[in-house]
């Protein structure tokens, strides 16, 4: 038993049935994925939709000045779409339709933020909200 409570857990009572339903799918998309038993194109369009997205570190390399370096990943080579390792950062993309929030709706994207990723909130001119160098397994 585990003393951590999950961002689904707390929000349980405020989330519609539907929109349950689609989190536990997504869940065990990850979870297919991430067992080899969806292919990478697949499970892609599955993320894209959901507003999971690669980031270009993707690509498992950074460069050290001199040349490319290749990172080793926990999960190996296991991607989550063409060219996008599993474990490389991400970029989660949080809807807000017709652009309006509540002060606790952006006091729990804030938390959310602080938690799952570099601590900022990106707003765009797009309706949503963006979240950077966030792991695959915690979108």
């Known amino acids: 038993m585990t003393d951590v409570t ?14 349950r339903h689609e ?20 499970f892609a369009e599955t993320r894209l939709r959901r507003g999971v997205y690669g980031q270009r570190y993707d690509n498992g390399q950074r460069h050290d000045g001199i040349q490319a370096q290749t990172l080793r990943f926990p999960a190996g080579d296991l991607t989550k779409g063409p060219d996008t390792y599993w ?5 989660q993309r949080i809807k807000v339709p017709y652009g309006g929030l509540t002060p606790d709706q952006l006091d729990v994207l804030a938390q959310v933020a602080d938690e799952y990723s570099d601590g900022i ?3 765009t001119t797009r309706q949503d909200f963006q979240l950077h160098f966030v792991h695959i397994e915690d979108t």
């Open 6 to 19: 999950t961002w689904k857990e707390v929000l349980q009572e405020r989330t519609s049935e539907r929109l």
């Open 23 to 42: 989190i536990d799918i997504f869940e065990g998309q990850l979870w297919l994925r991430k067992q080899g038993k969806i292919d990478e194109k697949v």
């Open 87 to 91: 474990d490389a950062p991400g970029m």
């Open 121 to 123: 909130l990106h707003v």
